[in-house]
């Protein structure tokens, strides 16, 4: 019903900086939330950012000051700025999403496949 199509992951050294992507596209009335999560090795996957619906963001402390979450609503997309990358960022970051369906009118919660971001240092 939902799909999720991610880019922007890449390799890059300490200092860097990547700009990530997720546009959804299906049977999208309105959209409820949208962010990334991201799933280092070895670890639980954890919210990095996020929009919910009237525009207001959140974020997780650790990036704070160096990532920037923005949206374009005509497209359902959104866009993940990450500044001065550490090598702690290393991780597959996921697109999210919530939202509720045309016609029917259900909540839906969807997954992007994921982006790998490496960060070197």
């Known amino acids: 019903q939902v799909q999720l199509v991610e880019s922007g992951g890449d390799l890059v050294q300490t200092g860097g900086s990547l700009r990530l992507s997720c546009a959804a596209s299906?049977?999208?009335?309105?959209?409820?939330?949208m962010g990334w999560y991201r799933q280092a090795p070895g670890k639980q996957r954890e919210l990095v950012a996020r929009?919910?619906?009237?525009?207001?963001?959140e974020y997780a402390e650790s990036v704070k000051g160096r990532f920037t979450i923005s949206g374009d609503n005509a497209k359902n997309t959104i866009y993940l700025q990450m500044n001065s990358l550490k090598p702690e960022d290393t991780a597959v970051y996921y697109c999210?999403?919530?939202?509720?369906?045309?016609?029917?009118?259900?909540?839906?919660?969807?997954w992007g496949q994921g982006t790998l971001v490496t960060v070197s240092s």
């Open positions: 999210n999403t919530v939202v509720i369906t045309t016609i029917v009118h259900i909540r839906v919660e969807a």
């Open positions: 299906g049977s999208i009335f309105s959209v409820t939330a």
């Open positions: 929009i919910i619906s009237g525009g207001s963001t």
